[in-house]
C-alpha cells in the first residue's frame, strides 16, 4: 500500500452526536464570521488509523502483504504504536492537548476475521473506545474502512469480486449495530479515490513491484486474484472503483438504518489542483480524480476532505515544485493555502458541508510543521468566512505511526513514538494547535 503523503505527494516519482441540518451549519458558519472566532461547535481533532498505531493486525490484508516475498513494503508494521493497547494513553493525550475530536478507525480484520465470523470481543473493545472518547468529552469520528480488509477477502479478489459490497454492507450493518450508538460523524472509506491518484504518478518499477507482491500474495493462499483497495494493478482500476462506489452507497445505507441520524460520509484525497497556462489539464485531472466520488457523495451528509499538497497543472501535466520553497520529507512543496484551495472546491462540486479528517506536512523538522498549522488554518478561516460550512479539522496524525510502504521513517505525528517502550512525546507543533483549539480561534 503506498504511502499517500509521501509517495502520492510527489515522491512524485521516485460532532456534536449529529448533523443538524445544513441550515445549522450555515448558523454555525454565520457566528463564526461575526465573532472572528471558529464556530462554537467545530471539530478541532487528530487522526488515526487501526493498522498503522495498533499492531499485529494479523487477520489483515496488508499485513500478509507486508510479509509476503517479494513485497514493496520497506518493513512490516509489527507492534506499531501498540495502540490496541494503549488506546486509552492515545485519548488522555488528545485530551490533554485541548482537542474535542479522535478520528480512528475500526479494523475489518478483527471484526470479522473469517466471513460470516464477528468477534463480540473485538466490537466491545472498539465501544470501550468510543466511550472512552465520550467519556473524556471527545467526539468520536469513526471510519468503518481505512484501506485495510480481511485477508479472506482480499484473496477472493477484494473489491474486483461482484459479492464485495454486499459483503461490506454486512460488516457495517454488524458493526453499526454493535456501536452506532455512541459514534459521532461516521466515514464508510478512506480515500477510496486514491488509486486513481497513484495511477497517474507511480514509475513503471514500482507498479511492477506492486504486480509481483500481489502475485506472490494470491500463489501463496492458493487464489486466483489476490485484490487490495490501493496496492492495485492498472487493469483492475475500474472494477474495483465500481466495487468501492456502491460498498458505499451500501455500507451507507446500512450504517443509515440503524442510526438515521448519525452524520455519514466518506473522505477523499484532494490536491488544491490549480490551472497553469493555457490548455490546463486541471479540469481533466480533477474529473479524472474525483468525478464519480463527487457525484456519489452527494447523498451522505458531509464530505471529508484529506489535503496534503497543491498541484499545478499546465498543458503537460503536473509542475514541479517553485524555486525557493519549503520542501517536505519526499521534496514536496509545504503550501499552506492548500487545504482552504480544496476545501472550497469540494465544497464547490458538492453543495456539502465538509470536515478536514486529514491534513498534514511529513517532515524531520517540526518547526515546519508548527508554522504549517496556523498558516493553513488562517486560510481555512477565510473560506469558511465566505461561506463555506466547515465543521471540523482534524490533524493527521496523532502519532508517529506506520506509513504504509514506507514504514516508520515518514514523520508526520503531532507526537513521537519511541518505537522500544511506546512513549508517546508531544512535540511543540502539538501545543501550536492545541492553543489555538483551546482558544477556538487564531
Known sequence: MIDRRTFFVGAGVAVAAAL??????TRAASVGRATGAFPADFLWGAATAGHQVEGNNTASDIWFLENVKPTVFMEPSGDACNSFLLWSRDLDLVKSLGLNSYRFSIEWARIEPEPGQYSIAMLDHYKRMIDGCRERGLTPVVTFNHFVAPRWFAAMGGWTNPKAPELFEKYCARAAGHLAGGIGWALTFNEPNLMRVLKLILPPPVKEAQRAMLA????????????TANDVIDEDMDAITRGLLEGHRRGRAAIKSVRPDLPVGVSLSM??????????????????LYGAWLEAVKQDDFLAVQNY????WDANGRLPAPAGATLNSSGVEVYAPSLAGAVRYAHQATGLPIVVTEHGVSTDDDTIRAAFIPAALAELKKVMDEGVPVRGYLHWS?????EWIFGYKPKLGLCSVDRKTFERTPKPSASVLAAIAQRNAL
Open 20 to 25: 443538524a441540518g445544513r441550515s445549522e451549519v
Open 398 to 402: 496523532l502519532l508517529d505511526n506506520f
Open 216 to 227: 506472490a500474495a494470491a500463489h501463496a493462499l492458493n487464489s486466483e486474484k489476490f485484490a
Open 271 to 288: 490536491f488544491d489542483d490549480q490551472a497553469v497556462g493555457k490548455k490546463s489539464r486541471r479540469d481533466a485531472a480533477r474529473q479524472e
Open 309 to 312: 499538497e497543491r498541484v499545478r
